[in-house]
């Protein structure tokens, strides 16, 4: 997966991130019923926003989602997922963008790439996702041929670019790119007036794309001699952020101006997990829900490291005689206690031997369980963990995009 909208679990309603699953699944599934298992590499986070926009726009019926069967990254359960052209104009702008990310990286010789027989191949490769994103483009009424265009001036743009040059010169492109994929979303929902707002919105969500990809490979494009749009131009950090900040701004201004049904999972993604974006890129935030463990000293204990009694504790000193309970000994019931154990511990699940729980962690990393899933069971342990990819690095800040009455993400702002 790959993408700068990468919302946390956290963080989304209930019903928002079924909603959210809903429509990447339903990008992968549509990449697969159109052009094969192996199109499925090329599923990413941004790609779904076209058919997050899509549905937006489009009138409920019960016809926009399909239960999909059993699938290894959703932990073997069923899930019903969108479908229709806003999935399918996903799938088409996701190969498209792909291929030209290949034949990029086989352009600069990045990694396996520089063996001729490997280059040979991922050519041929983005040369039939390029075919077929055409092939469904074309069948929806996109013509994908303003992406081709778009990505082929990119490179010669980059080879004249030098000090001096205006950072939105070089990341004109993408906006142009990702304008007419967000414009096209208005076609098929049948909204031409929305056409021109949401072509306002993708081409400042495409510079922002551009924008961010160069803020976080800039340090490892520069110990590997890459070639980066901020230090090409000499654009500083404070002027990238300050074009961010106000591509944020301009989008949302931009969706105020179109006319959806239903709004909340659009807004979510391109209002506030955008700012949460920007601000993990310029490592200028922090998720809350990690804010707050770490506060209360990493053991979920309400009262912090210290526990209730502190250093202001009545009592002096730090926490009570007995280890922290204020009754004496180790706690009611418990060690050094002489009452029952009111709150008995549930037995520990018995752990598996070392080969038991190697054949079931090659599972879970087979499967994508461990990145994908929201909960799975410890290889070893068998204890219930929490899958790396709801929370990372998020940034919980739901309430940061300053928007007027919004009631999307269950806070008051």
Same mark, same amino acid.
């Given at each position: 997966?790959?993408?700068?909208?990468?919302?946390?679990?956290?963080?989304?309603?209930?019903?928002?991130?079924?909603?959210?699953?809903? %429509?990447?699944?339903?990008?992968?599934?549509?990449?697969?019923?159109? %052009?094969? @298992?192996?199109?499925?590499?090329?599923?990413?986070?941004?790609?779904?926003?076209?058919?997050?926009?899509?549905?937006?726009?489009?009138?409920?019926?019960?016809?926009?989602?399909?239960?999909?069967?059993?699938?290894?990254?959703?932990?073997?359960?069923?899930?019903?997922?969108?479908?229709?052209?806003?999935?399918?104009?996903?799938?088409?702008?996701?190969?498209?963008?792909?291929?030209?990310?290949?034949?990029?990286?086989?352009?600069?010789?990045?990694?396996?790439?520089?063996?001729?027989?490997?280059?040979?191949?991922?050519?041929?490769?983005?040369?039939?996702?390029?075919?077929?994103?055409?092939?469904?483009?074309?069948?929806?009424?996109?013509?994908?041929?303003?992406?081709? /265009?778009?990505?082929? &001036?990119? =490179?010669?743009?980059?080879?004249?670019?030098?000090?001096?040059?205006?950072?939105?010169?070089?990341?004109?492109?993408?906006?142009?790119?990702?304008?007419?994929?967000?414009?096209?979303?208005?076609?098929?929902?049948?909204?031409?007036?929305?056409?021109?707002?949401?072509?306002?919105?993708?081409?400042?969500?495409?510079?922002?794309?551009?924008?961010?990809?160069?803020?976080?490979?800039? #340090?490892?494009?520069?110990?590997?001699?890459?070639?980066?749009?901020?230090?090409?131009?000499?654009?500083?950090?404070?002027?990238?952020?300050?074009?961010?900040?106000?591509?944020?701004?301009?989008?949302?201004?931009?969706?105020?101006?179109?006319?959806?049904?239903? /709004?909340?999972?659009? %807004?979510?993604?391109?209002?506030?997990?955008?700012?949460?974006?920007?601000?993990?890129?310029?490592?200028?935030? =922090?998720?809350?829900?990690?804010?707050?463990?770490?506060?209360?000293?990493?053991?979920?204990?309400?009262?912090?490291?210290?526990?209730?009694?502190?250093?202001?504790?009545?009592?002096?000193? #730090?926490?009570?005689?007995?280890?922290?309970?204020?009754?004496?000994?180790?706690?009611? #019931?418990?060690?050094?206690?002489?009452?029952?154990?009111?709150?008995?511990?549930?037995? &520990?699940?018995?752990?598996?031997?070392?080969?038991?729980?190697?054949?079931?962690?090659?599972?879970?990393?087979?499967?994508? @369980?461990?990145?994908?899933?929201?909960?799975?069971?410890?290889?070893?342990?068998?204890?219930?963990?929490?899958?790396?990819?709801?929370?990372?690095?998020?940034?919980?800040?739901?309430? =940061?995009?300053?928007? /007027?009455?919004?009631?999307?993400?269950?806070?008051?702002?």
């Amino acid at each position: 997966m790959f993408g700068i909208v990468r919302p946390c679990g956290h963080r989304l309603t209930e019903g928002l991130k079924t909603e959210w699953m809903a %429509h990447l699944c339903g990008l992968c599934l549509a990449l697969r019923s159109d %052009h094969g @298992q192996f199109s499925r590499i090329v599923t990413n986070y941004d790609g779904l926003i076209v058919s997050v926009l899509t549905e937006a726009q489009t009138e409920r019926d019960t016809g926009r989602r399909r239960t999909a069967g059993p699938c290894p990254l959703r932990g073997m359960r069923t899930a019903p997922v969108a479908k229709g052209e806003g999935a399918r104009l996903a799938a088409a702008v996701s190969l498209v963008l792909a291929s030209a990310k290949v034949r990029d990286h086989v352009a600069d010789g990045d990694g396996v790439l520089k063996r001729r027989p490997v280059a040979v191949a991922a050519r041929r490769i983005a040369g039939g996702w390029d075919r077929a994103g055409a092939r469904t483009g074309a069948e929806l009424g996109f013509d994908t041929a303003v992406l081709v /265009d778009a990505v082929d &001036r990119q =490179s010669g743009i980059e080879a004249l670019a030098g000090p001096g040059t205006g950072l939105l010169t070089v990341t004109e492109p993408t906006e142009t790119a990702t304008a007419a994929a967000f414009a096209h979303t208005a076609v098929l929902a049948g909204r031409p007036g929305n056409m021109a707002p949401l072509a306002e919105a993708g081409r400042l969500f495409g510079r922002l794309a551009h924008l961010l990809d160069a803020v976080e490979d800039q #340090g490892a494009d520069a110990a590997s001699g890459a070639w980066n749009p901020l230090t090409a131009t000499g654009t500083s950090r404070t002027e990238a952020r300050r074009l961010a900040d106000d591509a944020l701004h301009g989008i949302r201004l931009a969706l105020r101006d179109a006319e959806f049904v239903d /709004d909340k999972l659009a %807004h979510v993604l391109l209002a506030h997990e955008l700012r949460t974006s920007v601000d993990r890129a310029f490592g200028t935030s =922090s998720c809350s829900h990690q804010g707050r463990a770490s506060a209360q000293g990493g053991g979920g204990d309400p009262y912090g490291a210290h526990g209730p009694y502190g250093s202001n504790n009545p009592y002096g000193g #730090g926490n009570p005689p007995g280890g922290g309970n204020p009754y004496g000994g180790g706690g009611p #019931g418990g060690p050094g206690g002489s009452g029952p154990d009111l709150l008995p511990r549930p037995p &520990r699940p018995e752990r598996r031997g070392f080969w038991a729980g190697c054949a079931v962690a090659i599972g879970l990393c087979c499967t994508c @369980q461990i990145c994908c899933a929201s909960e799975y069971e410890g290889p070893w342990s068998r204890e219930k963990r929490e899958g790396c990819v709801d929370c990372a690095d998020c940034g919980c800040e739901c309430c =940061s995009c300053g928007c /007027d009455g919004c009631d999307c993400c269950g806070c008051d702002c």
